[in-house]
């Protein structure tokens, strides 16, 4: 079958098992994998994305080398990977200019550096258009996999919710973003965040957002529960760029590239979640729980599942 | 300046010091980079490649899957790193068939495997042609880095010298395998060797000679040495391919591929590393020294540097 015809995440599923080991700190298929060194973790993550696909209005090989480094970092950090280190592999046309290779990976030193980590080497190769694969690995003494009981608590870790999804329809819509300067922060540094290992050990689960929060949440539910939404953040300026309250939810849910995580509390822990979050500085929005049944719904209104697809676009 | 102007290996020289740490257990540009963890150091490392580029006359994805790791694993293991996983990041045709993504994985996750590592995930995008990043992470007790000192030996470990170089010529000359099985499983099965590990605490240094035995030692030189080649392997096999003598040392000083190292040894451990090879199975082949002075030499003449650059093909 071709790719474009059984799509991203049906292959994913296949390829996801092949060659993993059987007694992970991670299940296949979780935002990372990983192994078992002594008592810690190490997890290994790879994000790859074409440079056209990512630059946004107003960025460049900077903000594109940083945000590589974002995504990877965030998969890390929300199964309780420390990062320790990433590397780059580039694909550039022979015919671009240095200041492309140099900016790309200046950004990423400086995304790694903002996390406690360093850039450890990479690789580059001739592409007849701009690509990078960001490979990142992590420690972990407490490995969160993708779990959710019913009855747990929903938050949403971050404050970019809907930032993206507003920065990526400004793009489109050729608006710039000085008017908007927290989205425009959120779209160029999407910095993952460190806060969510204040957490460690309070959880019951999570997920990096990064396919679309409305796509997360399907994930959620294939775990064998229902998602109920009480509430999505809808942040002033989101609102105010979308020009409606309908348009900024949809940035919410199916915007992505967030970079955020989506975390699952057992209701006992609400509490001290809150409180260990609030001493960390990390953001953190009450969404709602989860329940027995399948599904995602929002105040009761089945949520449509619609996420970005690769070979599907 | 334009890459293919500047040139490959300038770009990395000026890339490698972006971010990397003071205090690592190799310097920047080495053969992997790393961070120390506790008494032991972590290695990270990635190598991408086009699938045109690699895929010889035979090979199907499962042999660019496997090529793919064993690239990525040559580095860890001459630096004295003990794989532990492998992740990839793919780009993709939509067009293709999903064959072709199985095959990559199921090679690469046989080359882990081989290697007793895992394979621990990927990522997939869409690409106007596929292509492949390879990232690969590796514990090590005793880092060994790129060093020589004048009296010191050096042997070529493994036995794919020339082999790679006669397989790419014999690709493209139309010319099959088939009566050179030695060849044909260099070039479709290049697996690096654990056997390097059971060298640990003898070696001086080590380099990977992926980028052709010539470049690799005239980047030996460039630590500060002036190597003295005595003798080449030139097995009968690559010398009845190439049909000349000189043209089989052509495939043994600039083929490359082989994922194989060059070592370096303390005089006073010839014997104890030629014993401890033979023990764990690995060819060891004793090529010449390192002395005062500078560049390269094969019995007294100079060996041309000729090296890949991927941005001036």
Chains 1, 2 share one sequence.
Request: charged fraction near 25%; proline fraction near 7%; charge should be negative.
């Amino acid at each position: 079958m071709r790719l474009k015809d059984l799509g991203e995440r049906a292959l994913l599923r296949k390829l996801a098992p092949l060659g993993y080991p059987l007694d992970a700190p991670l299940p296949p298929g979780d935002d990372a994998g990983g192994v078992w060194l002594g008592e810690e973790a190490l997890f290994l993550k790879v994000d790859g994305f074409r440079y056209r696909d990512v630059a946004l209005r107003g960025m460049g090989p900077f903000e594109v080398g940083f945000r590589g480094v974002a995504a990877t970092a965030s998969d890390l950090l929300c199964k309780m990977g420390r990062p320790l280190g990433f590397a780059l592999g580039l694909f550039l046309p022979p015919e671009a200019e240095e200041e492309l290779a140099l900016g790309l990976v200046r950004g990423a030193a400086e995304a790694a550096g903002r996390l406690g980590a360093f850039l450890l080497g990479g690789d580059t190769n001739a592409g007849e258009e701009a690509a990078l694969v960001v490979a990142g690995f992590a420690e972990a003494k407490r490995p969160l996999p993708r779990q959710a009981l019913p009855g747990d608590l929903l938050y949403l870790a971050g404050d970019r919710w809907g930032r993206l999804g507003a920065a990526i329809f400004a793009h489109y819509q050729g608006v710039g973003l000085e008017a908007f300067p927290a989205i425009r922060e959120a779209a160029h540094y999407p910095l993952p965040r460190l806060g969510l290992l204040a957490l460690e050990g309070l959880l019951r689960g999570s997920l990096d957002s990064s396919d679309g929060l409305a796509e997360t949440l399907w994930q959620l539910a294939e775990l064998g529960v229902r998602v109920e939404l009480e509430a999505l953040p809808l942040y002033p300026d989101v609102v105010a760029l979308a020009g409606s309250e309908e348009r900024a939810l949809a940035f919410v849910l199916y915007g992505g590239e967030e970079f955020e995580a989506v975390l699952v509390v057992p209701p006992e822990r609400g509490e001290a979640v809150e409180a260990r979050a609030r001493e960390a500085g990390l953001p953190l929005f009450r969404a709602g729980r989860v329940v027995e049944g399948e599904g995602v719904y929002l105040q009761g209104v089945p949520v449509p599942r619609k996420g970005y697809d690769h070979f599907r676009p």
